[in-house]
């Protein structure tokens, strides 16, 4: 089944390590994001790609690095992980910037 | 700055009955307006859109929504509601061609099903 596969799936991390969260869609989609998604915040963007070798800051980037080295993946990496980071994160997709999004089920993360 | 109000953090609903979730948005142009569910334990699905047209949107699951421009709202309905339905529900506003990196959404409205 097409869609966006995310690894892992849950994640308890020491505070000051380093983790990488993946992100693999199956669709040929151009566009790639990852979100955080904190309690009574909503969504928000960390950062996004909107084609294949460019990568973009969204609207809380600290802490996270991304790369986008072909259309299928998009990890997202905490250099140093602090508490503040405990979230969950979701990846998503979509055929062009301008179009409604595809999104995985979510990584929860905990730092501790 | 655009930004979205889903002023009920949570409504609960009895099995069989209608259904409004608010929505009010802010923004400086005509709006390209999402409403997107999230069940427990998974990602967001696109429930409905709207960007021009129709001001009356249909989507998937029986659902609808309204654009009132005058209003500045994009209330999502549903005339009877089932116990599946029992899910997080997310507005989103951004602009047409603007991107989905500027996409701002709401902080979500929890809907729990009663029988």
């Known amino acids: 089944i097409a869609g966006i596969t995310q690894a892992p799936t849950s994640q308890i991390l020491a505070a000051g390590r380093r983790m990488t969260l993946r992100c693999t869609q199956d669709?040929?989609?151009?566009?790639m994001y990852w979100y955080r998604q904190d309690l009574g915040l909503g969504l928000r963007l960390i950062h996004y790609?909107?084609?294949?070798?460019?990568?973009g800051k969204g609207e809380v980037p600290d802490g996270y690095s991304v790369s986008r080295a072909n259309t299928d993946d998009f990890p997202l990496t905490l250099a140093s992980a602090v508490p503040s980071q405990t979230s969950v994160y979701f990846c998503?997709?979509?055929?062009?910037?301008?179009?409604?999004?595809?999104f995985g089920d979510g990584t929860r993360l905990s730092i501790l | 700055a655009q930004s979205v109000t889903q002023p009920d953090i949570h409504i609960t609903v009895s099995e069989g009955a209608s259904l409004e979730l608010r929505c009010n948005y802010s923004?400086?142009?005509?709006?390209?307006l999402f409403w997107y569910v999230q069940s427990p334990g998974q990602g967001l699905q696109l429930l409905l859109k709207?960007?021009?047209?129709?001001?009356l949107v249909q989507g998937i699951k029986g659902f609808e929504a309204e654009f009132k421009r005058s209003q500045s709202s994009f209330n999502l309905r549903k005339p009877s509601v089932h116990w599946s339905d029992a899910a997080e529900y997310f507005c989103?506003?951004?602009?047409?061609?603007?991107?989905?990196?500027?996409?701002?959404f709401g902080t979500g409205t929890r809907l729990t099903i009663i029988p």
């Open positions: 989103a506003v951004g602009g047409i061609n603007s991107g989905n990196e500027k996409l701002t």
């Open positions: 790609s909107n084609t294949a070798g460019t990568t």
């Open positions: 669709m040929r989609h151009n566009a």
């Open positions: 998503a997709s979509s055929l062009d910037r301008n179009q409604p999004q595809h």
């Open positions: 923004y400086g142009a005509t709006p390209y």
């Open positions: 709207y960007f021009s047209g129709d001001t």
